[in-house]
């Protein structure tokens, strides 16, 4: 019943055809202004084409990354600093974890909830804060740590996965990093956030029912299926190895936003063997060497990780993958902005997916700031 109403929603969008659905090649779909269609959210995005083929017209403008020292005294993540509340960061030499000094939500939040005719409705959230240092360096990112530092990243984050779920009230670890000023990252020195909270939240939620959903349906999970197409298509697959592929996808919205799935089924890092976590630090290092290059700036981004439920058994359905929202469409400092029609109906772009993807590839992997400088006159 209801896989078929989700299909009457889908097809409502060819109304208009008045019964006669006209199936088009790529190509064309590449040709026409069209909408499509992102299975794990269920939802829409417009795609433009048109109004991209005038040239890459784009000021581009360099934005040299701030020489940042690799220790700040005034940033209290770095080591033996002071922080909020007379606490002291310590000496710490790999990664270094600690609850939020200003933490969104607190584990001793007791189970109540507010209920006002069912139209004001509110629960109380418990839930664990942290914040996780890449490193005791100030300006080593993502895309400059070795694959070592990169291992140590992933180890740690895999100790808090499993750490937090052992508690029995947490449902939903989300880690996730905000990487520059554009995303509001009110510190630059590497980090993530790690969130832990009591409930499935809104994005989780409704991709864990579209994973069911999909299973339910076609006894097969629906990112294994996806990544085999688009491993097939090679049409927005940015770069691979043996156990993950980075792609921008189908139904990207923010002009570079990338899926970095798994090529083995599987729910959360800590089902990751040690090979594939050496993996995972290879490709997320990659992809956001690709990032930086594309406009030769530390390029921002959101990014985070998508994976099982704790607490809830097996969940066979769940498949571990990462998201990177980066919010530059055309230069360092021209960015896509969320406004009009994407606030009221649904969101758009003009920038194909299949050129961001090429855009991409054609960035490169050598870090930009590792190249030899070009000499004058040669
Ligand atoms: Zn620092
Ligand atoms: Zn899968
Ligand atoms: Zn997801």
């Not at 020489?67 to 990664?95: E, M, W």
């Not at 649904?346 to 090429?358: G, V």
Request: with cysteine.
């Amino acid at each position: 019943m209801k896989r078929s109403s989700e299909r009457n929603r889908i097809t409502q969008g060819r109304q208009h055809f008045q019964g006669l659905i006209v199936n088009m090649n790529f190509d064309e779909l590449l040709r026409t202004p069209h909408k499509r269609f992102n299975p794990l959210l269920r939802e829409w995005v417009l795609v433009s084409p048109q109004r991209n083929d005038r040239p890459w017209l784009g000021k581009v403008e360099k934005v040299q990354s701030p020489s940042a020292s690799a220790f700040d005294p005034s940033c209290y993540l770095c080591p033996g600093n002071k922080r909020a509340g007379k606490k002291l960061t310590p000496q710490y030499k790999k990664t270094y974890t600690f609850d939020n000094d200003y933490p969104a939500l607190l584990s001793g939040t007791a189970a109540l909830q507010f209920d006002e005719a069912g139209l004001l409705v509110g629960q109380a959230e418990p839930g664990v804060c942290r914040v996780m240092c890449f490193s005791p360096r100030h300006d080593l990112t993502i895309p400059r740590m070795s694959l070592q530092e990169l291992r140590g990243v992933i180890d740690g984050w895999v100790e808090q996965y499993s750490s937090l779920a052992q508690m029995s009230w947490i449902r939903h670890v989300q880690i996730f990093e905000n990487r520059g000023e554009l995303m509001g990252a009110s510190n630059p020195h590497p980090h993530c956030q790690i969130w832990a909270n009591a409930s499935l939240p809104n994005l989780p939620a409704r991709e864990w029912g579209s994973l069911r959903g999909y299973q339910e349906e076609k006894h097969s999970c629906l990112l294994c299926d996806y990544l085999k197409l688009e491993l097939q298509l090679n049409a927005r697959v940015v770069c691979q190895n043996d156990a993950f592929a980075a792609v921008v996808p189908f139904w990207a919205v923010w002009p570079f936003e990338s899926l970095v799935l798994s090529k083995r089924h599987l729910g959360s890092l800590e089902q990751l063997s040690g090979k594939e976590r050496d993996l995972l630090g290879d490709i997320l290092r990659r992809i956001t060497v690709r990032y930086d290059n594309l406009f030769e700036t530390a390029f921002p981004y959101s990014m985070g990780f998508h994976q099982r439920p704790t607490g809830c058994g097996a969940c066979e359905e769940w498949h571990l993958h990462a998201h990177y929202f980066p919010p530059l469409l055309r230069s360092a400092t021209i960015q896509k902005f969320m406004v009009g029609y994407e606030l009221l109906g649904s969101p758009q772009r003009d920038l194909t997916p299949e050129r961001a993807a090429l855009l991409l590839i054609e960035a490169g992997e050598t870090h930009y700031l590792d190249r030899a400088p070009e000499k004058d006159g040669s």
